[in-house]
């Protein structure tokens, strides 16, 4: 291809000249041992080292981000030649195509003509008719003490060949010619693999299904085998091609081999032009036919078929019959591992004493991600949930309305009736990340979820915060101004939590969890990169402050009559938070190995941590209420003229003792006055070193002195 490249580029003056590195044993022993691993990492260094690169069609989805959209660069007549189906299933990544194929493999059935021409016996078309008419012959050769018939070579050996051979078999279970590749869980990919150990049990053995293909050409040359699938017969012209068996008439499937040729995303675009030159000459019609006569192989180009000069040497009728599918195209799971497994636990059916059912779930869970959904696995788990959230959603909105009786105004009076509807809303917002825990892991769920944790747990703590500057011992400006902007503070709260969630917004990603022989599952996580973690440590720090204040100021505020009880009800829940909260920690950084514990352990945690700071907060207000034995309104009354009686006798007591006050004040004025001079020079030095040299003492000073006294209301 090169040499009639760089001729036609003489020829034709485009000045371009195209080099063909080969990667041998001899050359880059790395590469040969393990060819994924090679190019991912010249793709992932963004190396401009190679142009053009071929690389085998199983490889289109994990390597189609760092190829070109052929279709933004190709004339649309050249791309038109190709199979759009086929394209479809070895060279599409995300809607773009990544890479035309240079050559394609497939496989088919070799039947060998002498034998059934001699039995009068038809090319099988159905596997049920592969084997009755092995059967048949074997036994017929037998009798005339040929023993040396094998019926059919199967391919099954540990190698990508036996993956092909699982999956071409399977696919020819499908329903129909139009239908998918049935579920592994199915009873059509059960029926597909009871009939491969049957067809080895009755008509080849253990060793020929396993041994290499060296050895199913060997049995072909020597003309011991009936039936032979390979994927080219050069060897011996007493055999006739045919399409794979399936378990219908007219029912067939062929995995599609071979390899694409893309264009590097990263090569120079000084040279772009030039590629796209080599690249149209390489994927033409006149090199894809050259190389269909030259080694019977397929092309992506089905008009080639038509054409008569190929088919004096190919059988194209054959061709055009083709019923491929693509093997798996992951992304997130590596191919080899995965074809690894396949055939592991296949074996362990074909040549071992492990069931089809179950051999067949384990490959389904290879890939499958479960999750608890109400829609599927674990439905009854999912509901038991989903209606105690709902639940306790419907009960907190609905205990709201006790804020509007008036005779239990003094229980709920520690918060403002808006203020409780935003902590009761917070701790809603925490109970609604257990609902989020349904259903498959996506990236909106992780954004609400780390909100709904965010937003909530502000709406709990603000208000309380507010509250304690509002009441704070001594009067303040800025108590005053809290007091009368209370929703501007609320709102700067909110405010950086939605910052920080919008730098967050762009950093989550779903993460896979593949324990050993168990149930794959995702979970949310954050990418690893400084800004997320920049931006946790913020969020951290935050919390902790407005956590750390609302202590301080409780210790300060801890003997003030009117909030007593209701600051000693903070207190719980904030200790019971910070317990939660480093629960949650050690819970995210435990590795997690199964989705189900998975699901309780968080369900259970937002519904403990949200009933817990609901029942301390507010329900615990409304037992207060249910356990009351007298009646409210006439205690209301009783206590307003209790107070009113108090506040008449200290009005008089006040009076009496205030002409007693002035007297004696004058005296002790006179006193004092006479030793100041003497004093006032040592007790100048000393408040000075005080104030400058003991400023963080003076602060603790002040907040215990505030502690340890007795306030019958706040200021405001």
């Given at each position: 291809?090169?040499?009639?490249?760089?001729?036609?580029?003489?020829?034709?003056?485009?000045?371009?000249?195209?080099?063909?590195i080969?990667?041998?044993?001899?050359?880059?022993?790395?590469?040969?041992?393990?060819?994924?691993?090679?190019l991912?990492?010249?793709?992932?260094?963004?190396?401009?080292?190679?142009?053009?690169?071929?690389?085998?069609?199983?490889?289109?989805q994990?390597?189609?981000?760092?190829?070109?959209?052929?279709?933004?660069?190709?004339?649309?007549?050249?791309?038109?030649?190709?199979?759009?189906n086929?394209?479809?299933i070895?060279?599409?990544?995300e809607n773009?195509?990544?890479g035309?194929?240079?050559?394609?493999?497939?496989?088919?059935?070799?039947?060998?003509?002498?034998?059934?021409?001699k039995?009068?016996?038809?090319?099988?078309?159905?596997?049920?008719?592969?084997?009755?008419?092995?059967?048949?012959?074997?036994d017929?050769?037998?009798?005339l003490?040929?023993?040396?018939?094998?019926?059919?070579?199967?391919?099954?050996?540990?190698?990508?060949?036996g993956?092909f051979?699982?999956?071409?078999?399977?696919?020819?279970?499908?329903?129909?010619?139009?239908?998918?590749?049935?579920?592994?869980?199915?009873?059509?990919?059960i029926?597909?693999?009871?009939?491969?150990?049957?067809?080895?049990?009755?008509?080849?053995?253990?060793f020929?299904?396993s041994?290499?293909?060296?050895?199913?050409?060997?049995?072909?040359?020597?003309?011991?085998?009936?039936?032979?699938?390979?994927?080219?017969?050069d060897f011996?012209?007493?055999?006739?091609?045919?399409?794979?068996p399936?378990?219908?008439?007219?029912?067939?499937?062929?995995?599609?081999?071979?390899y694409?040729?893309?264009?590097?995303?990263?090569?120079?675009?000084?040279?772009?032009?030039?590629?796209?030159?080599?690249?149209?000459?390489?994927?033409?019609?006149k090199?894809?036919?050259e190389?269909?006569?030259?080694?019977d192989?397929?092309?992506?180009?089905?008009?080639?078929?038509?054409?008569?000069e190929?088919?004096?040497?190919?059988?194209?009728?054959?061709?055009?019959?083709?019923?491929?599918?693509?093997?798996?195209?992951?992304?997130s799971?590596?191919?080899?591992?995965?074809?690894?497994?396949?055939?592991?636990?296949?074996?362990e059916?074909?040549?071992?004493?492990?069931?089809?059912?179950?051999?067949?779930?384990?490959i389904d869970?290879?890939?499958?991600?479960?999750?608890?959904s109400?829609?599927?696995?674990?439905?009854?788990l999912?509901?038991?949930f989903?209606?105690?959230?709902?639940?306790?959603?419907?009960?907190?909105?609905?205990?709201?309305?006790?804020?509007?009786?008036?005779?239990f105004?003094?229980?709920?009076?520690?918060?403002?009736?808006?203020?409780?509807?935003?902590?009761?809303?917070?701790?809603?917002?925490?109970?609604?990340?257990?609902?989020?825990?349904?259903?498959?892991?996506?990236i909106?769920?992780?954004?609400?979820?780390?909100?709904?944790?965010?937003?909530?747990?502000?709406?709990?703590?603000?208000?309380?915060?507010?509250?304690?500057?509002?009441?704070?011992?001594?009067?303040?400006?800025?108590?005053?101004?809290?007091a009368?902007?209370?929703?501007?503070?609320?709102i700067?709260?909110?405010?950086?939590?939605?910052?920080?969630?919008?730098?967050?917004?762009?950093?989550?990603?779903?993460?896979?969890?593949?324990p050993?022989?168990?149930?794959?599952?995702?979970?949310?996580?954050?990418?690893?990169?400084?800004?997320?973690?920049l931006?946790?440590i913020?969020?951290t720090?935050?919390?902790?402050?407005?956590?750390i204040?609302?202590?301080?100021?409780?210790?300060?505020?801890?003997?003030?009559?009117?909030?007593?009880?209701?600051?000693?009800?903070?207190?719980l829940?904030?200790?019971?938070d910070?317990?939660?909260?480093?629960?949650?920690?050690?819970?995210?950084?435990?590795?997690?190995?199964?989705?189900?514990?998975h699901?309780?352990?968080?369900?259970?945690?937002?519904?403990?941590?949200?009933?817990?700071?609901?029942?301390?907060?507010y329900?615990?207000?409304?037992?207060?209420?249910?356990?009351?034995?007298?009646?409210?309104?006439?205690l209301?009354?009783?206590?307003?003229?209790?107070?009113?009686?108090?506040?008449?006798?200290?009005?008089?007591?006040?009076?009496?003792?205030?002409?007693?006050?002035?007297?004696?004040?004058?005296t002790k004025?006179?006193?004092d006055?006479?030793?100041?001079?003497?004093?006032?020079?040592?007790?100048s030095?000393?408040?000075?070193?005080?104030?400058?040299?003991?400023?963080?003492?003076?602060?603790?000073?002040?907040?215990?002195d505030?502690h340890?006294?007795?306030?019958?209301?706040?200021?405001?």
């Open positions: 291809m090169a040499k009639e490249f760089n001729k036609y580029s003489k020829e034709n003056n485009l000045n371009i000249t195209l080099n063909l080969l990667l041998t044993p001899e050359n880059s022993t790395i590469f040969f041992n393990d060819y994924e691993s090679t991912e990492s010249l793709f992932k260094k963004g190396s401009d080292k190679y142009d053009i690169i071929v690389f085998d069609v199983v490889y289109s994990k390597f189609g981000p760092y190829f070109l959209d052929l279709k933004k660069y190709l004339p649309q007549d050249h791309m038109d030649m190709y199979n759009s086929l394209l479809s070895i060279g599409t990544y773009k195509i990544v035309l194929p240079v050559l394609l493999d497939y496989t088919f059935l070799y039947s060998n003509m002498n034998l059934l021409n039995y009068e016996k038809k090319i099988p078309t159905t596997w049920n008719e592969l084997l009755e008419t092995a059967i048949y012959i074997k017929k050769e037998k009798q003490h040929n023993r040396d018939i094998i019926g059919y070579n199967g391919l099954f050996e540990d190698s990508e060949i993956s051979a699982i999956l071409e078999f399977i696919y020819s279970y499908r329903e129909n010619i139009n239908s998918t590749f049935p579920d592994f869980t199915s009873q059509n990919a029926n597909a693999l009871e009939m491969i150990k049957k067809i080895k049990n009755e008509i080849s053995s253990d020929i299904f041994s290499e293909i060296y050895i199913s050409i060997l049995n072909l040359i020597e003309e011991k085998i009936l039936f032979c699938k390979l994927f080219s017969n011996n012209l007493n055999y006739t091609k045919s399409l794979i399936g378990h219908k008439e007219g029912i067939s499937g062929t995995s599609v081999g071979g694409n040729i893309g264009i590097n995303k990263y090569s120079a675009p000084e040279k772009r032009d030039s590629v796209i030159e080599t690249y149209k000459f390489l994927t033409s019609k090199i894809q036919k190389l269909l006569i030259k080694f192989f397929g092309s992506g180009i089905m008009s080639l078929y038509e054409d008569e190929v088919c004096k040497n190919v059988d194209c009728e054959v061709f055009k019959r083709v019923q491929p599918f693509g093997r798996p195209n992951l992304i799971y590596d191919y080899d591992s995965y074809s690894e497994l396949l055939r592991t636990y296949v074996y059916f074909l040549y071992g004493n492990s069931s089809s059912y179950d051999v067949l779930e384990k869970d290879i890939l499958k991600i479960y999750n608890i109400i829609y599927g696995d674990n439905a009854t999912a509901y038991i989903y209606f105690i959230f709902s639940f306790f959603i419907v009960f907190m909105f609905s205990s709201l309305i006790m804020l509007y009786f008036m005779r105004e003094s229980y709920f009076s520690f918060l403002s009736t808006d203020f409780w509807f935003l902590v009761i809303i917070g701790i809603i917002c925490i109970l609604c990340q257990g609902i989020l825990e349904n259903g498959p892991r996506t909106l769920k992780c954004e609400l979820s780390i909100s709904f944790l965010m937003i909530g747990s502000t709406l709990i703590l603000i208000p309380i915060l507010h509250k304690l500057i509002v009441n704070f011992p001594e009067e303040n400006k800025f108590s005053i101004w809290i009368n902007h209370k929703f501007i503070f609320i700067f709260f909110i405010g950086i939590d939605i910052i920080h969630l919008i730098i967050l917004s762009s950093l989550y990603t779903i993460k896979q969890i593949t050993t022989e168990m149930k794959n599952f995702e979970i949310c996580a954050l990418e690893s990169k400084t800004l997320s973690y931006d946790i913020s969020i720090v935050i919390k902790s402050i407005v956590l204040i609302i202590l301080v100021l409780i210790y300060s505020e801890w003997n003030l009559k009117r909030t007593l009880y209701d600051l000693r009800f903070v207190v829940a904030i200790y019971t910070i317990l939660f909260l480093i629960m949650l920690f050690f819970m995210k950084n435990v590795n997690d190995t199964n989705y189900i514990s699901y309780i352990k968080n369900s259970l945690f937002y519904l403990l941590f949200s009933l817990l700071n609901y029942s301390i907060l329900f615990s207000r409304i037992v207060m209420i249910l356990l009351k034995k007298e009646n409210d309104e006439s209301f009354i009783k206590n307003i003229n209790k107070q009113f009686i108090n506040n008449e006798s200290s009005i008089m007591k006040t009076m009496e003792i205030s002409t007693s006050q002035n007297q004696s004040t004058t004025n006179i006193i006055n006479s030793n100041f001079n003497t004093n006032n020079t040592s007790n030095s000393e408040n000075y070193s005080y104030n400058n040299n003991n400023t963080k003492g003076y602060i603790i000073k002040k907040i215990y505030y340890r006294k007795s306030y019958s209301s706040s200021n405001y």
